[in-house]
């Protein structure tokens, strides 16, 4: 079973990223993120996308040591 799981999880990752960069070459409009008052600069939807998949891939492994010794 173990010799199966990293295929997988590089099959799966490979899937995400081509499903990505098809979706940010159709979707090149500029959006503005809006949060509560403060309004960003225009922005491609492909790099919208890109940086929320990024910041929450990046974020567990980041997180997880220090909340670690605090879950039992």
Same mark, same amino acid.
């Given at each position: 079973?173990?010799?199966?799981?990293?295929?997988? @999880?590089? #099959? @799966?990752?490979?899937?995400? *990223? /081509?499903? *990505?960069?098809?979706?940010?070459?159709?979707?090149?409009?500029? @959006?503005?993120l809006?949060?509560?008052?403060?309004?960003? /600069?225009? #922005?491609?939807? +492909?790099? *919208?996308?890109t +940086?929320?998949?990024?910041? +929450?891939?990046?974020?567990?492994?980041? *997180?997880?040591?220090? #909340?670690?010794?605090?879950v039992?």
């Open positions: 079973m173990k010799a199966l799981t990293y295929p997988l @999880i590089t #099959l @799966i990752t490979a899937l995400l *990223v /081509i499903f *990505v960069a098809v979706l940010a070459q159709q979707n090149a409009t500029p @959006i503005a809006t949060f509560l008052t403060a309004t960003s /600069i225009n #922005l491609p939807v +492909g790099l *919208v996308l +940086g929320a998949i990024a910041l +929450g891939l990046l974020t567990p492994p980041i *997180v997880y040591p220090f #909340l670690r010794k605090y039992p």
